[in-house]
């Protein structure tokens, strides 16, 4: 089993940018697909982006050109950076492992 804790989330200004790191505990790190998810208030949680364990990513549209993901498989860290952040991108992000294992989250507000 392996355990997630996300990080770096806050407030910021609509145009702006942060770094969401998630550290992993547990398993074999670099066998590992992940990827971060998010949920809006009143809102489903929803796929923002992957990375396999060769390194291949896919984004959501929304945030594709905004947003990279990347990994550090000898830190066991997965990190999300965000840039030309919107409004519209405020949520609880979430970082998974396969899809099966999650994170606490960490919140994300995007100011106008």
């Known amino acids: 089993q392996v355990q997630l804790v996300e990080s770096g989330g806050g407030l910021v200004q609509a145009g702006g940018s942060l770094r969401l790191s998630c550290a992993a505990s547990?398993?074999?790190?670099?066998?590992?697909?992940m990827g971060w998810y998010r949920q809006a208030p009143g809102k489903q949680r929803k796929f923002v982006a992957g990375?396999?364990?060769?390194?291949?990513?896919d984004y959501a549209d929304s945030v594709k050109g905004r947003f990279t993901i990347s990994r550090d498989n000898a830190e066991n860290i997965v990190y999300l950076e965000m840039n030309s952040l919107k409004p519209e991108d405020t949520a609880v992000y979430y970082c998974?492992?396969?899809?099966?294992?999650w994170g606490q989250g960490t919140q994300v507000t995007v100011s106008s």
């Open positions: 990375i396999t364990s060769s390194g291949y990513t």
């Open positions: 547990g398993t074999i790190f670099s066998n590992l697909r």
């Open positions: 998974s492992a396969l899809g099966i294992s």
